[in-house]
């Protein structure tokens, strides 16, 4: 049980280590005169992204690529198919146009440029088989142009267009200079020991019941980091409030290839798993299948009936990984 336990507390630390360095941040930047705006185009947004970052780094750090690729893919479908579904399923969803003309062809360039990256080793004699350092810098060239283009978007709009769905426009809570360096000390040692135990539990229970590794960071690593979002979305739909949770979720899915793929595989290179190509082809689809579904029935909405497709799709997804091992 001991490994069960670990796992529990590491996503229970990473999500609260988030939390407190999110808040601590934010209150800091807020007394250096920073604008509400890019505190949530950076703090926030790079705050929350920060679970699947520390997971990332201790993973590719310890050599398991598996972990590191099945938390971004996992939670990417999770964040389409579980959260955007049941989102929609209770409320039709709104999408904006940029989202729909931008967004999406953005996160859809994210994966193919994944899948190109892990396809070369297929043609390289060397047969070097991992996300390498220079393949990083890429990634984080294409994310620099996309955190240009919400920046310029933000802007122009003069509102805080968010990019995750825990970045709401909200009252940052300002505290005093001994509190936010508690918070920013206690959400980083949170989010190392929360990282820490979280790999270390699921590989051991990977190797307990002889699964991958890509399969238990996919599944439960993948929820278990995504809960945040979740819970938010779900909530701000039971009240009708729901307020660009499509852009939210697609700018996450962003974030997670462009930022944190690209910046563990610069801080170390990342072993591709076996099956990574077929499951970035099903990632694909599964975005190109959000971008069509802007066009079928009423436009530039997500319905009731689509959002129960896609959580349709998502026990689907997690059934073919459980018999694929």
């Given at each position: 049980?001991?490994?069960?336990?670990?796992?529990?507390?590491?996503?229970?630390?990473?999500?609260?280590?988030?939390d407190?360095l999110?808040?601590?941040?934010s209150?800091?930047?807020?007394?250096?005169?920073?604008?509400?705006?890019?505190?949530?185009?950076?703090?926030?947004?790079?705050?929350?992204?920060m679970?699947?970052?520390?997971?990332?780094?201790?993973?590719?750090?310890?050599g398991?690529?598996?972990?590191?690729?099945?938390?971004?893919?996992?939670?990417?479908?999770?964040?389409?198919l579980?959260?955007?579904?049941?989102?929609?399923?209770?409320?039709?969803?709104?999408?904006?146009?940029?989202?729909?003309?931008?967004?999406?062809?953005?996160?859809?360039?994210?994966?193919?440029?994944?899948?190109v990256?892990?396809?070369?080793?297929?043609?390289?004699?060397?047969?070097?088989?991992?996300?390498?350092?220079m393949?990083?810098?890429?990634?984080?060239?294409?994310?620099?142009?996309?955190?240009?283009?919400?920046?310029?978007?933000?802007?122009?709009?003069?509102?805080?267009?968010?990019?995750?769905?825990?970045?709401?426009?909200?009252?940052?809570?300002?505290?005093?200079?001994?509190?936010?360096?508690?918070?920013?000390?206690?959400?980083?040692?949170?989010?190392?020991?929360?990282?820490?135990?979280?790999?270390?539990?699921?590989?051991?229970?990977?190797?307990?019941?002889?699964?991958?590794?890509?399969?238990?960071?996919?599944?439960?690593?993948?929820?278990?980091?995504?809960l945040?979002?979740?819970?938010?979305?779900?909530?701000?739909?039971?009240?009708?409030?729901?307020?660009?949770?499509?852009?939210?979720?697609v700018?996450?899915?962003?974030?997670?290839?462009?930022?944190?793929?690209?910046?563990?595989?610069?801080?170390?290179?990342?072993?591709?798993?076996?099956?990574?190509?077929?499951?970035?082809?099903?990632?694909?689809?599964?975005?190109?299948?959000?971008?069509?579904?802007?066009?079928?029935?009423?436009?530039?909405?997500?319905?009731?009936?689509?959002?129960?497709?896609?959580v349709?799709?998502?026990?689907?997804?997690?059934?073919?990984?459980?018999?694929?091992?």
């Amino acid at each position: 049980m001991i490994e069960y336990i670990l796992l529990a507390f590491g996503i229970a630390f990473l999500i609260k280590g988030a939390d407190f360095l999110v808040e601590g941040s934010s209150s800091l930047a807020k007394k250096l005169g920073i604008s509400s705006l890019v505190i949530g185009l950076t703090v926030m947004a790079f705050g929350t992204s920060m679970p699947e970052l520390v997971v990332n780094v201790i993973s590719a750090i310890n050599g398991t690529g598996d972990i590191a690729f099945g938390n971004i893919l996992g939670s990417n479908m999770a964040n389409i198919l579980l959260i955007l579904g049941l989102t929609a399923f209770i409320t039709t969803l709104d999408v904006q146009y940029s989202t729909t003309w931008k967004e999406i062809p953005f996160s859809f360039l994210a994966i193919l440029v994944l899948l190109v990256f892990s396809s070369i080793f297929l043609l390289d004699d060397l047969n070097i088989n991992s996300l390498l350092r220079m393949e990083g810098i890429i990634l984080i060239l294409f994310f620099a142009v996309f955190l240009y283009y919400v920046f310029e978007s933000a802007r122009k709009s003069k509102k805080l267009n968010n990019i995750k769905p825990n970045t709401k426009k909200t009252k940052i809570k300002m505290y005093s200079n001994p509190v936010i360096f508690l918070l920013i000390l206690g959400g980083s040692i949170g989010l190392y020991l929360g990282g820490k135990w979280t790999v270390e539990g699921a590989v051991t229970i990977a190797q307990g019941f002889g699964l991958s590794e890509f399969l238990i960071s996919a599944t439960v690593i993948a929820i278990g980091t995504s809960l945040p979002e979740l819970i938010t979305s779900v909530t701000a739909a039971m009240r009708k409030n729901v307020d660009l949770a499509v852009g939210n979720i697609v700018g996450s899915n962003i974030f997670n290839i462009f930022w944190v793929l690209g910046l563990t595989s610069i801080i170390t290179p990342i072993p591709f798993p076996q099956f990574i190509i077929s499951d970035l082809l099903i990632l694909l689809f599964v975005t190109f299948l959000l971008f069509i579904f802007m066009f079928i029935g009423r436009k530039h909405q997500l319905e009731k009936w689509q959002g129960g497709l896609f959580v349709i799709l998502y026990v689907a997804y997690i059934a073919f990984l459980i018999i694929r091992g």
